[in-house]
């Protein structure tokens, strides 16, 4: 998400409006008072009690974020479709959008996932989760190339799962896609250690909870058992999961600093005085990012 370009025909007084602490403020509140009104809708007794006070209340915030649009459509003056260079202006513009269609009683459901989705305006009220936004959209990429990585990691494991304990524990390891639902709850540790002493003392021993229709052979394996869990877990969990907050953390280091980028190039064309320290800093990012293209480019010559 890049920070806004200056537009020489917008109208500043508005800019300064829409730009205004004030304003954030006021848009903010409404957004935190949408949730808690399409929360309290969730209860058939308070809208029954106070329905007619949450719809107007509903209506008033709706209006609040139609003169939001309209405001920041006219800073443009004379090209107001300048609005939708910013795809944040883009998603809220859609949601008001959509809130204001004269929906009937049927499509009553996509009303209310509308104003649902309101509550995600947060995400371009506020600058930092547009940040945290922009990062994961980044990294995308990069967690694919990871989600292979551990895809791999389970297709082996289930694969190995299916054949060990198969037999002895046909709830868990009963085929492929059994398996694979298995190794998911053992990696985001949710009693996983059940699964793995049922395989370490047998099924017999360490029997099920109101299951008796499954035929099982009971085979107890206790080292095998435990070696073949405690790997996947070290694997699994605390090395492949830590691999995708390393790529969002650098992704999100990556857009801080093209914002950084982005926010000096601006205030340099707009002839503010820019401190020699932020130049130095701008070139040196500047250099990162050239040195990491010819890294790139090495790699394709090479290949």
Known sequence: MKTRRID???IPWLARIVESPITTGIVTAAILVAAVLIGLETYPSVVAAHGTLLHTLDA?????FVVEVIVKMAR??????????DPWNVFDFIIVAVCLLPLHTQYAAVLRLARI???MRLMSALPQLQLLVGALIKSIPSMGYVGVLL???FYIYAVMGVFLFRDNDPVH??????SMLSLFRVVTLEDWTDIMYIQMYGSDVYAYDNITHLETAPQSRPLLGALYFVSFVMFGTMIMLNLFIGVILNSMNEEQAQRERESLDERLASGAHVRVS????LIEQQLQTLTHSVKMLRIRCDA
């Open 151 to 153: 895809l791999m990691h």
């Open 117 to 119: 989705m309101r509550v």
């Open 173 to 178: 390891f009963r085929d492929l896609p059994t």
């Open 60 to 64: 008033i915030v709706l209006g609040i």
């Open 278 to 281: 932020d130049e130095i800093r």
């Open 8 to 10: 020489p025909q917008e």
């Open 76 to 85: 443009h003056g004379r090209r107001p479709w300048m609005y939708f260079r």
